[in-house]
């Protein structure tokens, strides 16, 4: 499995849409995947071998973090459906977080949009 760390870049948008947008009480942070303890937890029984390793994985976009998070807002379901649950100043401070947060981990500096965004790398044989 490929899972976002909860301290990588994506694992941060998350927290800024769960501030914004709650998930429904009793579920688990989708990032608690990308989290080498939790993992391992999960994976205590039935497990004969378990690696785990961070990489990254590069966002390269050819416009602003603005019209980046504009992109996602349009054709990425989760952004989406995230951005509906809001009222009007709940989307526009939404928008803002994610500019914001884009434009913190952007390391082009040609007015285009380069995030480095980590991911743990999970390989689990069975028992």
Do not use: C
């Not at 870049?9 to 914004?20: D, H």
């Not at 989290?35 to 990489?55: C, D």
């Amino acid at each position: 499995m490929a899972n976002w760390t909860p301290e990588g870049f994506v694992g941060k948008s998350f927290q800024v849409i769960a501030e914004m947008v709650p998930p429904p009480a009793g579920l688990p942070a989708p990032a608690l995947w990308g989290n080498e303890p939790t993992v391992r937890q999960r994976f205590a029984r039935g497990i004969l071998k378990l690696s785990l390793s961070r990489h990254k994985a590069v966002f390269d976009y050819p416009f602003s973090p603005k019209e980046v998070v504009d992109f996602f807002r349009q054709y990425f379901g989760p952004i989406q459906a995230a951005f509906s649950r809001l009222y009007k100043e709940g989307q526009s401070e939404l928008a803002s977080r994610l500019e914001s947060l884009w434009a913190e981990h952007n390391t082009a500096a040609d007015g285009s949009t380069r995030i480095e965004a980590e991911y743990l790398d999970v390989r689990a044989i069975r028992s």
